[in-house]
């Protein structure tokens, strides 16, 4: 308590404090998510998951069955720049993919 109201005090900690959050925001980690189609086989989404994320073949197959039971999959996680870079890839592959927060 004494720590806010010396900060209102002196009118600092309200800009630090929004600085923080914002940088918070854009550091925490993203997820790239593939979802369930109608239209790709199982194996070409192994094979996809394989090629791009260079996962080794029972890793991929693995994820392509999260995909196919579960409905979807997070593949990859890191920035902000480098999922939305892994979610166009998923795209050029014709998969069904998204951008969401880590939690």
């Known amino acids: 308590m ?3 109201s010396a900060s209102a005090a002196t009118g600092g900690g309200t800009a630090v404090e929004e600085l923080a959050s914002e940088e918070s925001q854009t550091t925490q980690p993203w997820v790239t998510v593939v979802w369930d189609d109608p239209v790709n086989l199982m194996s070409y989404v192994t094979h996809v998951f394989s090629t ?7 890793q991929a197959e693995r994820l392509m069955m999260q995909v196919h039971m579960e409905g979807r999959a997070i593949v990859s996680c890191g920035g902000r720049d480098c999922m939305e870079r892994d979610v166009q890839a998923m795209h050029s592959y014709g998969l069904w993919a998204t951008l969401d927060k880590a939690e």
Not at 52 to 58: A, L
């Open 2 to 4: 004494a720590s806010e």
């Open 52 to 58: 791009y994320f260079s996962y080794p073949k029972d």
